[in-house]
């Protein structure tokens, strides 16, 4: 690690007073981001996978925003045109992406960013670009400013040719009667009387190098519309859009697919529950205990940096049974806390501390459990199906008859985690290397080129 002043290539940057912003959904990115900049003890680094969350958490402002486009570009490029749209318009933005998103990078460009990063980037690499943005921020160049840019034109222009104005031929007027002559001496027969002339509407004509051509009838010149000319709209009362006027999402057969297999694994698991003979229980803490307001008092904690609210502290209570779905809970404590039955499916709890928590039959799935804490927790007959488990310390976790289907397990800590009838065949990113410190028994399924550990068994 280089020491702080050289870090940034002599700069001297001011790390103590800087306020970051990180956006993206790569777990591993974040994680490098935080790691990087904490090193070089940096005042505050907000950083979310979360595109509405990372905007609440703008509002506050900050020194220079770090957005990455991979896993998800069009909320990135939502953050970007949020910062764009309501943040000071001197915001300087890093954008980091491979070089298959080139379209995604040409549209940030178009909403205004200072530079890019090819992804995969280290840290030193980013801090000597986050280091020199700060020095002199230099707005890039929208990819339709040099598209759209004409090219040299040498031969010399032909000036356009005036259009002649269009002339109306006027019909000639009727020929005016003979004058009236002496009646003769002999007896006169009078003529007949001549017919009336009918006027012909005038035509307008163009006069051109073919001759002249018949054209429609021109309006008269000065005529004006009157109300009864407009067409009658229907107006709103209010003016504002509804629901009636937004059109359907698409169909997405792939996310249909995938929730109905989530639902029939759901429904595997408690039907496994129920022929366990599992009955389920609810906490004596769950009625008395007030956890709506623990949540916003822990939210208004997370978009001050503590500086307002209170960071959310459940330890040691009983709420068995209780419905923490979708909630937002990172970096809350539970520990040592019955958390068993309850369900804290797509709840985001990374970073949160479980340790000693009990959260047998603990309904997990598609929750956010990235770098907890979870040594020596109870996760037996649990459901974690789509899981976030990433960086999480599972030491000496009970997972007993836990189910794991998708979930993702890379840089887990296992080291003696009890995986007996255990059903992990097909989670993500698991190595041999982390099932030799587990204890497994012959039930324990692994997935494909994995082993149960020698002796362990």
């Known amino acids: 690690m ?64 770090i957005v990455d486009l991979t896993g998800s570009p069009d909320e990135a490029l939502a953050v970007i045109g949020w910062l764009r749209g309501n943040a000071p318009a001197q915001v300087p933005i890093l954008v980091v992406a491979s070089a298959a998103l080139k379209g995604a990078v040409d549209r940030a460009r178009a909403l205004g960013i200072e530079g890019m ?80 002339v009918v006027i012909p509407p005038a035509r307008q004509t163009r006069i051109g190098a073919g001759g002249s051509a018949a054209a429609p009838l021109r309006r008269i010149s000065g005529g004006t519309l009157s109300e009864d000319d407009l067409v009658a709209l229907p107006t709103r009362p209010s003016g504002r859009l509804g629901d009636d006027d937004l059109a359907p999402p698409p169909f997405d057969a792939e996310a249909e697919a995938a929730r109905r297999r989530a639902e029939r694994r759901k429904q595997a698991w408690q039907d496994a529950l129920a022929a366990a003979g599992h009955v389920v229980r609810v906490g004596g803490d769950v009625a008395r205990f007030d956890l709506s307001a623990v949540i916003a008092e822990h939210a208004k904690w ?26 937002i809970l990172p970096q809350a404590s539970f520990r040592e806390t019955d958390l068993s039955d309850a369900c804290l499916a797509r709840a985001r709890l990374d970073g949160s501390d479980f340790r000693r928590a009990i959260l047998s039959a603990a309904d997990l799935g598609g929750a956010n459990l990235g770098v907890a804490a979870l040594r020596h927790a109870r996760l037996d007959l649990s459901n974690l199906e789509g899981a976030v488990l990433r960086g999480c310390d599972l030491s000496g976790a009970v997972l007993s008859r836990a189910r794991l289907a998708g979930a993702d397990l890379k840089g887990a800590i296992m080291i003696g985690a009890d995986l007996t009838n255990a059903d992990l065949s097909k989670v993500e990113n698991l190595t041999q290397t982390q099932v030799e410190k587990t204890l497994c028994n012959l039930d324990t399924r692994l997935p494909p080129g994995l082993n149960r550990p020698p002796g362990r068994e």
């Open 2 to 65: 280089r020491h702080p002043s050289h870090a940034d290539g002599g700069r001297r940057t001011d790390w103590k007073n800087l306020r970051l912003l990180v956006f993206g959904t790569d777990d591993q990115f974040r994680f490098l981001v935080r790691q990087t900049f904490r090193k070089l003890a940096v005042g505050d680094i907000v950083s979310y996978g979360i595109a509405s969350d990372t905007i609440e958490l703008a509002r506050r402002g900050t020194d220079l925003a």
């Open 302 to 327: 997370l978009e001050t940096s503590g500086a307002e609210g209170q960071r959310a502290n459940v330890s040691n209570r009983d709420l068995a049974g209780a419905d923490l779905t979708d909630v």
């Open 117 to 196: 990063l090819p992804k995969p980037v280290s840290g030193h690499e980013l801090t000597l670009r986050v280091a020199d943005t700060l020095a002199a921020p230099i707005r890039m160049a929208a990819p339709a400013a040099i598209h759209d840019r004409g090219k040299p034109n040498h031969v010399r222009a032909v000036p356009p040719q005036p259009v002649p104005e269009p002339v109306v031929a006027v019909a000639p007027p009727p020929p005016s009667p003979p004058a009236p002559t002496a009646p003769p001496p002999t007896p006169v027969s009078l003529s007949p009387r001549p017919a009336p």
